[in-house]
C-alpha cells in the first residue's frame, strides 16, 4: 500500500501543513513502516510523548514522500514489552530508539541498548523527561561506552574529542585504521546534550520560538519557522502573505550564509586558503546586509508566531537586492577558480562518496541526500506559502563525493540568490504581523521546513494555560551522521575534516 | 592561477580597525599588569564550545576572516591547550562536557586566562540550570572576561579577548 493510500486513511494532525496522524496497533506499525521504506519514504523523526489521558505513552514516528506527510503513533504502557524497533527499516531510527530510552525509560527491541545521550550526568535508572524531578548527579564522564572494536593485524584506533582542535562543536570519533586508511569510524555524540526539550515545557508556547531558534543557531529562521508553523497549525491561522514571503527571504538568506562560510572552508581544507578569505568575506558581507534589513546579523528572532517581530524597511530591502545582485556573479567566478584548481579538484572528486544506493538504505537527507541523488526537497514536495507560488529549481547530482556536495552547495546559493530576488521585487504588501493566539490544552501541531541542511521537523503540544507540554525539535543530522561514518570508510585519516565538512552536520540540533 | 591572482589583487586588503577595549567586561582580573605587558598581543586561543547552540561559533569564526583578521593583530586560535594562554568558552556548560572543559583548563599552562562568551556563557542563557546544563562558565571554572550578547557580534568578541590582555 502506498505511502498515499496511509495518508489518505489517516486523521489530518492540524490544520495547515498536510501532515496526518494515524493511531496504531504494533504489527500495523510494523507493516506500515516497511512499506513506507519499500516507497521510498523518508522517516522524518520518531519521538516519544505522553498519552492524551496521561496513562501511557506514544511512540510516535514522522514520514514523508511527496505531497504526503504522516506520523504514526502507537500506544505503549510502562508493562507492555519492548515497542517494535523501526531500524530493521530506517537504519536511522536506531538512535532515536536509543536516545527516547535515555529521556523516557521505554526499550524498543532494537539490539543496540547502549546509552546514546545519557552519558554518566544523570542517574542510569531516571529518565528526566518523564520524571520532572531529575537533576544533574554524576560526572558526565562515559569513559564505559562500548565501541565496537576491530581487530587484526596491525589495525589500531585513534579517539578524538570530544574537544576538537577547531572551533567548532565537541562530540567523539573514533577511527579504527590500518596505515593511513580508515576500515571503521564510530561516533559517539551527546556532548552538548542541555536538556532542551524538557526547557521547553518552562516557555509560555507564544514565546518557545525563541528556544526554538537556538537549538541549532545556524538553522536559526528554520527551527522557529517550524515552530511558528506547528503553533499557527494549532489555532489555524495564516499569517499575512507579506509575513509568508518575508519567511521564505529570511530563510534563503540562512541557506545562502551557511554554504558560503562552508564553501570557504572546504576550499581551506583542501589547501587553498584563498577559498577561506573570499567565501567568509562575501559571508561576513551578508551578515552585515542581514543586520541593516533585519537589524541582526544572525536572525534568530526574526520569526515569531503571527509573522516577523519587524517589518522589512525599504532602505533594507535595497541593500539586501544590491548585496545579492552582486554576489551571485561574484559566486559564479569563485567557483570558476575552485573547478579549474588542480589541488582543490583533487582532494574533492572521489572523496567522502556515498553511492545513491547507499543513501537510499540509510536515509540519507537533505542537501547531502540531493548530492547523492535523493531528490527531496521539502520546499517542492510538501511546500507551505510562499513555496507553492515560487518555481523552485530542484538541484540534484548523483556521484555522492565531496564534489558533488560541493556543487550542490554551489548551485544552491545561486538559486537562493535568485529566489530572494525575485521576493525582494514581488513582496505583498500587507502588514507584516497579526497576533496569534494561544492555542487550547491538548491541541497538537507540526512544522516542517527545509532548512539548509535539510528538513527541519517540530512537534509541539500546547499544556494548560498557554504553556507547552511537549515540543520535539528533529534535526536532519540524526539522520545523516550515521551515513558520515559509511562515507569515511576507505578514504585516509586526513580527509576526515574534509569529508566531515562537506556535510557540516549539527551537534546541538542532534543531542539538544 | 592568473584569476586568482587578479582576484587578490583587485579586493585588497579589507581589514577593519581592532575595536577599543572594553574595561566593563571584565569579572575578575588574576594577570598582573606586569605579566600581561610581557605576553604582549602574542596570544594564543584555545576554543572549546562546552554546550552552545552554535550561533557564539559562527561569531568567533568571523573573527579569522579577513575583516576582523584576527591574526592580523598577532592572535592566533591554536589547536591544543597545552599551547593556549587563553580559554575562549561558548555556550553553558552541558552536564556532558563539565569534565572535558574542566581538563581542557588544567591542561594548560599558567598563568591563563577564560573569556566567556554569549549569553550562555554569561548566565546559562537561554537554557538555564538543569539537569544537562550546569548553567553559567564561572560555575564550573574562573572566568576572568564575560560577553554578553546572543550571539554578541565578532567586533564584541574581539573587544572582550582584547580587554582580557589589555
Ligand atoms: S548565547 Fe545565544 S548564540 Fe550563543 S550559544 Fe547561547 S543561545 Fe547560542
New interface residues.
Given amino acids: 500500500m502506498p505511502v498515499r493510500l496511509w495518508w489518505d486513511l489517516a486523521a489530518p494532525a492540524t490544520q495547515a501543513a498536510g501532515m496526518r496522524r494515524l493511531t496504531v496497533d504494533a504489527a500495523t506499525w510494523v507493516r506500515a513502516a516497511e512499506e513506507f521504506a519499500a516507497a521510498d519514504a523518508h522517516l522524518l523523526a520518531l519521538w516519544v510523548a505522553r498519552a492524551p489521558n496521561q496513562e501511557g505513552f506514544l511512540i510516535r514516528a514522522a514520514f514523508v514522500a511527496a505531497g504526503a506527510g504522516l506520523i504514526l503513533e502507537l500506544p505503549i504502557a510502562d508493562c507492555d514489552p519492548p515497542y517494535p524497533g523501526l531500524e530493521p527499516f530506517f537504519p536511522a531510527a536506531s538512535r532515536m530508539q536509543r536516545a527516547a530510552y535515555d529521556l523516557w525509560g521505554l526499550r524498543a527491541t532494537d539490539p543496540d541498548r547502549r546509552p546514546w545521550l545519557r552519558?554518566a550526568?544523570?542517574p542510569e535508572d531516571q529518565y528526566?523527561l518523564r520524571n520532572p524531578a531529575?537533576?544533574?548527579a554524576?560526572?558526565?564522564?562515559?569513559e564505559a561506552y562500548r565501541f565496537v572494536r576491530v581487530a587484526g593485524d596491525g589495525v589500531h584506533e585513534i579517539p578524538v574529542g570530544?574537544?576538537h582542535?577547531?572551533?567548532?562543536?565537541?562530540g567523539h570519533f573514533r577511527f579504527s585504521i590500518v596505515g593511513e586508511k580508515v576500515l571503521r569510524l564510530e561516533e559517539h555524540l551527546?556532548?552538548?546534550?542541555?536538556?532542551?526539550e524538557?526547557?521547553f515545557t518552562?516557555f509560555p508556547i507564544l514565546e518557545g520560538h525563541?528556544?526554538a531558534a537556538?537549538?541549532?543557531?545556524?538553522c536559526?529562521v528554520a527551527y522557529a519557522w517550524a515552530y511558528c508553523q506547528a503553533l499557527e497549525g494549532m489555532v489555524g491561522m495564516r499569517v499575512p502573505a507579506r509575513a509568508d514571503w518575508l519567511r521564505a527571504l529570511c530563510l534563503e538568506l540562512e541557506r545562502i550564509a551557511n554554504h558560503l562560510?562552508d564553501l570557504g572552508a572546504l576550499g581551506n581544507d583542501a589547501g587553498f586558503a584563498?577559498g577561506?578569505?573570499?567565501f567568509?568575506?562575501l559571508?561576513?558581507h551578508l551578515?552585515r546586509a542581514n543586520e541593516a534589513a533585519f537589524g541582526q546579523?544572525?536572525l534568530?528572532d526574526t520569526v515569531v508566531p503571527g509573522g516577523l517581530h519587524a517589518d522589512l524597511s525599504q532602505s533594507g530591502a535595497h541593500t539586501l537586492g544590491d548585496f545579492l545582485s552582486r554576489l551571485a556573479p561574484e559566486v559564479e567566478?569563485l567557483r570558476?577558480?575552485y573547478d579549474?584548481?588542480g589541488g582543490v579538484r583533487d582532494r574533492f572528486v572521489g572523496a567522502g562518496r556515498v553511492a545513491p544506493e547507499l543513501a537510499a538504505r540509510l536515509g540519507l537527507i537533505g542537501f547531502a541526500g540531493r548530492a547523492s541523488a535523493r531528490g527531496l526537497d521539502v520546499r517542492i514536495d510538501f511546500p507551505c506559502a510562499p513555496y507553492t507560488d515560487l518555481a523552485l529549481r530542484r538541484v540534484t547530482r548523483t556521484a555522492g563525493d565531496v564534489a558533488a556536495r560541493v556543487a550542490v552547495r554551489f548551485d544552491e546559493v545561486q538559486e537562493s540568490c535568485r529566489l530572494s530576488l525575485h521576493i525582494l521585487k514581488s513582496l505583498p504588501s500587507s502588514v507584516h504581523r497579526v497576533e496569534c493566539p494561544p492555542p487550547v490544552q491538548g491541541a497538537f501541531g507540526t512544522g516542517l521546513i527545509e532548512g539548509w541542511r535539510g528538513p527541519i521537523f517540530l512537534a509541539l503540544e500546547a499544556g494548560a494555560a498557554g504553556a507547552i507540554s511537549r515540543c520535539h525539535p528533529h534535526d536532519p543530522s540524526w539522520q545523516n551522521w550515521p551515513v558520515l561514518e559509511h562515507a569515511i570508510i576507505g578514504n585516509i585519516v586526513p580527509d576526515f575534516p574534509l569529508i566531515n565538512k562537506s556535510f557540516n552536520l549539527?551537534?546541538?540540533?542532534h543531542?539538544l | 592561477m592568473f584569476?586568482?591572482i587578479k582576484?587578490?589583487a583587485a579586493?585588497g586588503i579589507?581589514t577593519e580597525a581592532a575595536p577599543p577595549v572594553d574595561p566593563q567586561l571584565c569579572v575578575r582580573e588574576i594577570l598582573q599588569k606586569r605579566i600581561r605587558a610581557l605576553l604582549g598581543r602574542a596570544l594564543c586561543i584555545r576554543?572549546?564550545?562546552?554546550?552552545?547552540?552554535?550561533?557564539?561559533?559562527?561569531?568567533?569564526?568571523?573573527l579569522?576572516?579577513?575583516?576582523y583578521n584576527i591574526e592580523g593583530l598577532g592572535i592566533k586560535?591554536v589547536?591544543?591547550p597545552r599551547h593556549a594562554d587563553l580559554l575562549l568558552v561558548t555556550?553553558?556548560v552541558?552536564?556532558?562536557?563539565?569534565?572535558?572543559l574542566q581538563r581542557?583548563y588544567e591542561a594548560m599552562p599558567d598563568p591563563k586566562m577564560v573569556v566567556a562568551i554569549g549569553d550562555c556563557g554569561c548566565t546559562g542563557g537561554?537554557?538555564?540550570e538543569?539537569?544537562?546544563?550546569?548553567g553559567r562558565v564561572s560555575n564550573v571554572i574562573a572566568v576572568n572576561v564575560a560577553v554578553p550578547g546572543?550571539?554578541p557580534?565578532p567586533t564584541r568578541i574581539l573587544q572582550g579577548i582584547l580587554t582580557a590582555i589589555a
Fill in positions: 552519558h550526568a544523570w528526566p531529575v537533576m544533574a554524576g560526572t558526565g564522564i562515559s570530544p574537544v582542535a577547531g572551533i567548532i562543536e565537541p551527546g556532548y552538548v546534550h542541555k536538556g532542551i524538557r526547557r518552562d525563541r528556544l537556538r537549538v541549532s543557531g545556524d536559526a562560510g584563498f577561506l578569505a573570499q567568509s568575506r559571508k561576513e551578515l546579523r544572525y534568530f567566478s570558476d577558480i579549474e584548481h549539527s551537534y546541538s540540533g543531542d | 584569476k586568482t582576484r587578490i579586493i579589507v576554543h572549546v564550545d562546552a554546550g552552545s547552540c552554535n550561533g557564539c561559533e559562527l561569531e568567533v569564526h568571523a579569522n576572516n579577513p575583516i586560535f589547536a591544543s555556550g553553558p552541558a552536564s556532558n562536557m563539565r569534565v572535558a581542557t537561554i537554557f538555564g538543569s539537569y544537562a546544563s550546569c546572543c550571539p557580534s
